[in-house]
Nanobody
Framework: VQLQASGGGLVQPGGSLRLSCAVS????????IGWFRKVPGKEFEGVSC??????QIYYADSVKGRFTISSVQNTVYLQMNSLKPEDTAIYYC?????????????????WGQGTLVTVSS
């Protein structure tokens, strides 16, 4: 199982970024993918999760209405709009062979490398 996260960068407040997580090694119909973020000194925060069929989707309250998760073939996207300085973090994608989702970092089995998102003027 491999996950490759990309798409981070520097953006001004109010701007947008799209993160991508390329997933391999999973049966397409039995896979849950989550996006988490980490700020030094804080715990992992579950940002958004999605099942392979997109039948279950989770968003943290802090990103509802601004972030959109989607799954296309073997890639999961996180479209981030109206970014705020408090969205600055290292973003990680994680995976588990499951038809359901639990938005906790300790539930996921596989992790990709992080991609840094910096929101600053």
């Amino acid at each position: 199982v491999q996950l490759q996260a990309s798409g981070g960068g520097l953006v001004q407040p109010g701007g947008s970024l799209r993160l991508s997580c390329a997933v391999s090694g999973f049966t397409l119909d039995r896979r849950a993918i989550g996006w988490f973020r980490k700020v030094p000194g804080k715990e992992f925060e579950g940002v958004s999760c999605i099942t392979a069929s997109s039948s279950q989707i989770y968003y943290a309250d802090s990103v509802k209405g601004r972030f959109t998760i989607s799954s296309v073939q073997n890639t999961v996207y996180l479209q981030m709009n109206s970014l705020k300085p408090e969205d600055t973090a290292i973003y990680y994608c994680a995976a588990k062979g499951s038809t359901g989702i639990v938005a906790r970092s300790d539930w996921f089995d596989y992790w990709g490398q992080g991609t840094l998102v910096t929101v600053s003027s």
